[in-house]
């Protein structure tokens, strides 16, 4: 069995659960490499994937011997078959923070299950410690997001749209990579006020202030950054702002180091933001990994510690509605004694 | 207050619901416009929209006094205020396909709902039926579908990729509408006979068959049309099997209409493959709307009648594993008397 199952089934021998039932795609795909449509059983002896004729195929050929996991197609499943998979188990978990009220009242009626149990995100806590190959991957794409930024500088020209700039980066991202991990962000002049702007037919102007926020995936993981840059100079009303939020990303990068209070962190800056008469409107920052938005977060209302080969963004951002915003972000991988950051474009202040 | 939320606080009266919550984004857009993320409430009295500070400026601009909804800062709304929302009301209903277990639990807690009930889909057999500014929206994303083939037949050539010719099919669509309503499929060569398969780098050969399954968005309404075409000529033994594909979605084609069985419908096209030594191993057809699947559905599972105005697919496909598939597809609107084929391209031997 690979090191994931093993270190799901010792979990589960700890939470006295003899069954689980795995729906959530993303952790399928984690925990077994498998992409495609179906549901990962564990019973007492077994782990059990189930998929449909159109996945068959290609889950066979994803599964070695090693990973001991039986397929099974689910037009051969039988009535039988689903109430006896969890015979005998006492309690059997299932995934309360993914699975419908409706899906959980079918699991009861299908499996026949005494005791369906909440196992809150034992799979996502899990996957916030990364491993080499996982930490491998994201550097890549972080790597292929450093490359893209510095090819996008030397495209963008006043006249094109934020429209045609995101184009661009999507091109460059899909002819080297599993492509984009989320929708770009490319918002210039006022647009730039909008956290989370979407690219429209506004041209690039002289003296504008531009914001992209980028990413790709590598073998299903992702990278995350965001710079805020200058077309010909910056605005002196935008460089006191433009500090600041500078000022406070490279702090929080001192700060993100095993054991950091992620409360903590957000407060930091927070405060800071608010001494100068701002606010901080969104989280500092989120983890990384086969989803672009995934456990731990950085906020104010998340109380967790960051712990060493986790992979969290560290993104303070100034937003002036109607006028301007800066953003700066970097994908960051989490050490023992600091951390180490995964995006390394330029932070100084950058003028086309 | 709009005709669809008239529509639903009905459906309420008739349901004996007080009050609904209604959690999934695609209901939400189809009920008010928005397109945000947020939860909209239907009290007794009132309609609520309760959103986040990223949203609350694009959520003001989409609606008008007309939609009377009032909006929230969730920033803004008290612990009270959620206590209060359903006060007084005995049964408030919930998207339960939608609503995880987890949220389920948490909307009693916070909402200190007495009796949440089920709502069977309540607005998804609503979206069912399309009133005529959808089914316009439909109609533009077919258009431009048909449009699109009828470009890219000119534009395959010999030697590119199943990815490249993807690629193109994505920027013509980005280039007139809101973009793709699924991942294109681009399929050649033996690797047509993968219902669902993904665009790879085999190149396309002379004397190749090719699959693509396509569509668009245009206002958020999709399209979805597929067609089996073949390179320099049609091969003798790919013919019969085409022609029985052909003659499955014809007969289909005259079948659907107000008050036709969607598991008869699907048997017919079964019985028929059966009878020459084929299965049909999909469904026959589904929904088209907001999302590109929606109810209904047209398999032997489903036992539901098609109505007036609905948009659903006709597709029968035959895939013979390791050589080859046909499938055709199009996008269809119900009326009394029988149906128009919204994607209108050739059906007949495609040679390019």
């Known amino acids: 069995m690979n090191a994931k199952l093993q270190w799901l089934r010792n979990k589960m021998a700890s939470l006295d659960l003899q069954g689980l039932i795995i729906s959530n795609p993303v952790n ?36 070695t011997l090693f990973d001991e996991i039986i397929v099974y197609d689910i037009n051969d499943v039988s009535r039988d078959d689903y109430e006896n998979f969890f015979l005998f188990c006492e309690n059997v978990g299932f995934e309360e923070n993914y699975v419908t009220y409706a899906k959980y009242k079918e699991y009861i009626r299908k499996y026949k299950i005494n005791n369906l149990v909440e196992t809150e995100n034992i799979i996502e806590k899990q996957r916030m410690i990364k491993d080499e190959e996982e930490i491998s991957n994201i550097q890549k794409a972080c790597e292929i997001t450093d490359n893209c930024f510095s090819y996008i500088l030397s495209y963008i020209k006043p006249g094109m749209t934020e429209k045609q700039i995101a184009d661009e980066i999507e091109q460059y991202y899909k002819q080297r990579t599993d492509g984009l991990s989320f929708d770009t962000i490319v918002a210039s002049g006022e647009n730039t006020s909008k956290p989370h702007a979407v690219p429209t037919e506004r041209k690039i102007q002289e003296k504008d202030i531009i914001t992209i926020d980028m990413g790709c995936k590598v073998n299903g993981y992702c990278s995350d950054m965001t710079r805020t840059f200058f077309v010909g100079e910056v605005p002196e009303n935008i460089k006191p702002v433009y500090d600041l939020v500078l000022k406070n990303q490279l702090q929080t990068t001192e700060e993100y180091k095993d054991g950091a209070n992620t409360r903590l962190l957000t407060k930091m800056v927070e405060n800071d933001f608010k001494l100068n008469g701002y606010d901080l409107v969104h989280a500092l920052g989120h983890g990384v990994g086969l989803e672009i938005h995934e456990a731990p977060y950085v906020n104010y209302k998340s109380d967790t510690q960051l712990r060493e080969n986790m992979v969290v963004t560290n993104e303070p951002g100034i937003y002036l509605p109607g006028k301007f915003g800066v953003r700066i972000e970097d994908t960051i991988a989490i050490t023992k004694f600091g951390c180490i950051s995964l995006t390394k474009s330029e932070k100084n202040y950058i003028v086309i």
């Open 28 to 63: 399928i795909r984690y925990l077994t490499n498998i992409q495609a449509e179906g549901i990962l059983l564990l019973t007492r002896k077994e782990n059990i994937y189930i998929t449909d004729a159109r996945y068959i195929e290609h889950v066979h050929s994803t599964l």
